[in-house]
């Protein structure tokens, strides 16, 4: 079938080639006019001429004005000067968040040629309300009791403010009017009621000798008086497109523009280009799939499995713009155009300077200065803008508060760790909203030549990304710096998400080659053989959310403003225009139905299937849904496995001692690689952070902290000394613990200086105390005893058969001394707050110590086992001589008192030997290039892992 664009090439005269150049032809979209001039090529392929404008009809609006318009936080900033001077006290923080939807409801007024006088003092005549409303009898009453607001005596509180604050916003209205045409700078309505009036006028004139506007469908009151001025001046040549579908029947929505305006223009120079889709041969297959990733992977399907041409034929439309990502995954071709752009919010890029932004605004103030909270810095640390390039200084932050177990840190701190590379900039503690933001700006400056130079890009760290964003950042700090106010930093991160939220950055391509990839308004005037629609659901397809007005619907109606009617009107208009010349089509929607009903799949396929319900048409229908994740049903869940490439291995060797010291590797670490080495790589190699890592609530993990923090400020006095009764029960004394806790709870910033106790945290003391007097009550039992180290950081090196060498580490909560026969006892003690399970009794009756210590290295259900003679094990090294004991005690079963291994036992040499050697093996296969990383094959250690998103289990 013939596509719309081939009918207006084909219109034109074939006499009038050499005149071109002074025509114009206007589209909805620059995309349309692409394709146009591809085509007007074709028409007059073989003759020489001159290019006609070919232009948006923004463009033209904009072009013929004479102004473009301002972006909206300028325009907001300079509407808030306005409102102050009509309400002295208001602050911007207050007014930014209803100052858009104000700038928005006056860019309409304007729009739609709206008196503001009437709209603000309210319609009076009832000759003017019959005019508005027509028959419907129930809208002129309503519109009648809002207009009674102005002219009654009401007196309820809300009925005064409502008219207060209606006044003020008209008399804000003229006065923003005034402040515009001073500084010469305009929101888009303005321009275009500019225009429309100038036209009106006779003070503007259009230079073409011929204007042909195509492609449209829902126009503004001033696209209106424009199309109809240049038709009215002969100039003007409209082209409509529509179907017989809706074009005759009035319940059709789609339809209820174009019926206006075939009634109330006549004009020779308007050309309807009529289909009828019932009558051409078509096949439509709408398919439910659950959630987004699972309808890209179908549509991927459906391009290779059902051999749609990969070309400009074929169009991948999205009523929902975040499956740009994973459609382009799914899909392979060899050339695909993407006709639209990327939301930045979608990209490190916008989380990354929001999350720095929001770090600087949630600082606290000590006396040794600026503090900065752990989990932000720790969510910046893993960022992908920062983890890759700065791998070693990032870990080592990362490691220093999580070993310090530390809930805020200072900003100097992290500075001074930083080792003056320009990672420094983002944790600088700045003094002012400008320092910020050159800071922010700084750092993304270096990145951008990093990445550029190393090549070291990803889907969205690429330099394109990174060179956008620096230069909407300068814009926005420019902003910011011309105001007469100076936003707080928490206000700052707000304003920032704002200005950034519709910023979009447009891929490069050939736009007229290859497989189409667009957004739904994208299509305004394109046709395609082959049409694949993803997200047509509720919400989506027609786009939810019309948008915030503070001019009430009987007051919008009564005015020609656009309501949600008219919203929705326009989407069933395009989605059907999509269809009208389409061959197959396959229409996609997400069955994942959100709690409140919200999210089914969109009326428009309702409509659709009603409209083909009677099967007097060419139209082949087939209706399936995919019950599971589409992954499943293209291959049976293949094993994820990562191999050890030189990438891999550069950050391996980062454990093996070099010149310098090697990475300490941790029980935790080694724990991890025993119970899932694809894991091990996520978090520690690839470093891909896990859902939240530190928390403003009391989990497991901060209790446990905060308990081990109770123990040693409870025994520090004590060290090094044999303790007796009295001491143990002076520690015990109620307000003791009671001191030991608090100090406990400030040190772990679950508490401030000078506050006292309330709610959860009174809850959380008492647990405390009750646990520190069973411990002391354990200890009573065991004297007499000398504590002779708490919380001490042990370390020591390892050597490989290869002869390379690795750093073992780890920090052992308490260490005891006790006499006994053959000389001093050291008992390694561990607290253990979670479950703790222990190698069977079987086992330990076994004499040799390898098949002994085998299930230790087997499973990281004995993690508290394999962590106890890790620490024994590094002891021994920096006290060859000590005769050492590991215990545990079990937080959950404290009456039972501590755990010891072996039996209460020494632990021998060749334990220790067949510790050493099982440990090395395990580092060896860490190390070894030839053994990649693979998931756990017991399937029950996924249902908890953070990354099972990622390994698909």
């Not at 003759?47 to 004005?65: I, M």
């Not at 419907?136 to 005596?153: C, G, H, I, P, W």
């Not at 143990?728 to 030991?740: G, R, V, W, Y």
């Amino acid at each position: 079938m013939k596509s719309f664009l081939s009918h207006i090439t084909d219109s034109i005269p074939g006499d009038t080639v050499h005149e071109l150049d002074q025509w114009c032809f206007v589209f909805p979209s620059k995309r349309a006019g692409l394709y146009f001039m591809e085509l007007l090529q074709n028409r007059f392929q073989g003759s020489t001429f001159w290019s006609p404008d070919v232009l948006s009809v923004e463009e033209f609006v904009y072009k013929f004005a004479g102004h473009t318009p301002g972006d909206d936080i300028s325009m907001v900033f300079r509407l808030f000067e306005v409102y102050r001077s009509l309400e002295p006290t208001l602050t911007f923080e207050k007014f930014y968040s209803w100052g858009q939807v104000l700038l928005s409801d006056f860019d309409e007024i304007d729009r739609y040629l709206v008196d503001s006088k009437k709209l603000y003092k309210g319609l009076k005549s009832l000759e003017d309300i019959d005019q508005a409303f027509g028959d419907n009898e129930e809208m002129k009453k309503a519109y009648q009791r809002f207009v009674q607001l102005f002219v009654s005596d009401i007196n309820t509180e809300l009925a005064t403010r409502f008219v207060k604050n209606w006044e003020r916003i008209h008399k804000a209205y003229d006065l923003f009017a005034e402040k515009m045409e001073r500084e010469q700078l305009f929101y888009s309505g303005k321009i275009y009621r500019m225009l429309a009036e100038g036209l009106q006028e006779n003070r503007i004139t259009i230079s073409y000798k011929k204007v042909v506007l195509a492609g449209f469908n829902a126009l503004s009151a001033s696209e209106e008086v424009i199309f109809k001025t240049l038709l009215e001046q002969g100039i003007g040549e409209v082209y409509w497109d529509c179907d017989q579908l809706y074009m005759h029947d009035d319940r059709e929505e789609a339809g209820d523009f174009l019926r206006v305006y075939k009634k109330k223009w006549n004009f020779d120079n308007i050309h309807w280009i009529t289909t009828n889709m019932l009558d051409q041969p078509k096949t439509i297959s709408i398919t439910g799939c659950p959630q987004l990733v699972a309808q890209a992977r179908y549509a991927g399907h459906i391009l290779e499995n059902k051999q749609l041409p990969k070309n400009r034929d074929t169009a991948f439309i999205l009523a929902d713009e975040n499956m740009l990502m994973p459609v382009l995954h799914a899909i392979r071709a060899p050339a695909i155009n993407i006709t639209m752009g990327y939301p930045v919010r979608n990209t490190s890029l916008y989380q990354f300077v929001l999350e720095v932004l929001n770090l600087h605004a949630e600082t606290r103030m000590y006396k040794t200065g600026k503090m900065y909270a752990s989990s932000r810095v720790l969510r910046l640390l893993e960022s992908t803008l920062v983890s890759p390039v700065f791998i070693d200084i990032s870990e080592s932050i990362t490691d220093f508060i999580r070993e310090e177990r530390l809930k805020w840190v200072a900003a100097d701190e992290i500075v001074q760790k930083c080792d003056g590379h320009w990672l420094k900039h983002i944790f600088l503690a700045n003094e002012s909203v400008d320092s910020l933001l050159n800071n922010v700006n700084a750092f993304l400056v270096e990145l951008f030549y990093h990445i550029k130079n190393s090549g070291e890009e990803k889907d969205d760290t690429s330099p394109e990304i990174i060179f956008h964003g620096v230069r909407q950042l300068k814009r926005f700090a420019e902003n910011i710096q011309k105001q007469s106010f100076t936003p707080d930093f928490k206000f700052l991160a707000q304003l920032f998400g704002e200005s950034f939220r519709g910023l979009k950055i447009p891929f490069s391509g050939e736009p007229l080659d290859g497989l189409q990839v667009m957004g739904f308004l994208e299509t305004r005037a394109l046709d395609f053989k082959h049409v694949v629609l993803l997200g047509v659901n509720e919400n989506k397809l027609p786009r939810s959310g019309f948008g915030n007005s503070y001019i009430p619907f009987v007051a919008r109606k009564a005015f020609g403003l656009p309501t949600f009617e008219e919203h929705e009107a326009i989407y069933a208009y395009h989605f059907k225009r999509v269809l009208q010349r389409a061959e197959t089509i396959h229409i996609l929607y997400d069955t994942e139905v959100a709690i409140d009903g919200s999210g089914e799949k969109s009326r428009f396929i309702l409509q659709l299937m009603n409209k083909v319900g009677d099967g007097n048409h060419n139209l082949s229908v087939i209706e399936n849904n995919v019950s599971i994740p589409y992954r499943h049903m293209e291959t049976d869940a293949a094993e994820l496995i990562v191999h050890k490439s030189p990438s891999v291995m550069e950050k391996l060797n980062r454990y093996v001692l070099s010149d310098g010291e090697g990475k300490i590797i941790s029980p935790t670490r080694l724990i991890t690689y025993i119970d899932c080495n694809m894991r091990f790589y996520l978090q520690y190699v690839a470093r891909i952070p896990e859902t939240e890592l530190l928390s403003d609530k009391i989990d497991k993990r901060i209790f446990g902290n905060i308990l081990h923090k109770a123990v040693e400020f409870l025994y520090q006095p004590y060290t090094q000394k044999t303790l007796t009764t009295n001491d143990l029960k002076a520690i015990a004394s109620q307000e003791n613990i009671s001191k030991k806790v608090k100090e406990a709870l400030l040190d772990q910033q679950v508490i401030h200086p000078n506050h006292d106790l309330s709610g959860s945290d009174i809850l959380l003391e008492s647990v405390l105390k009750k646990l520190l007097k069973k411990i002391i009550d354990q200890d009573l039992r065991r004297l007499p005893f000398v504590i002779g180290s708490l919380e001490e950081k042990l370390k020591g090196g390892i050597r490989l058969p290869d002869g390379r060498e690795v750093t073992l580490g780890g920090l052992v909560d308490r260490i005891d001394l006790q006499d006994a026969e053959n000389g001093k006892v050291h008992t390694i003690i561990d607290y253990k707050s979670g479950k703790v399970e222990f190698v069977g009794s079987s086992r330990q009756t076994i004499d040799d110590p390898e098949a002994y210590i085998q299930p230790y290295f087997e499973d990281g259900r004995y993690k508290a086992g394999f962590q106890a003679y890790y620490y024994v094990l590094l002891y021994r090294k920096n006290n060859p001589d000590a005769q050492v004991k590991a215990a545990i005690y079990q937080l959950a079963k404290l009456s039972d008192g501590m755990k010891l291994l072996r039996k209460n036992s020494i632990i021998s040499d060749d334990i220790l030997e067949a510790y050493r050697k099982n440990l090395v093996a395990l580092i060896e296969d860490i190390l070894n290039p030839d053994i990649p990383f693979t998931q756990t094959k017991d399937t029950q250690k996924c249902v908890y892992c953070p990354y099972t998103a990622i390994c698909g289990r």
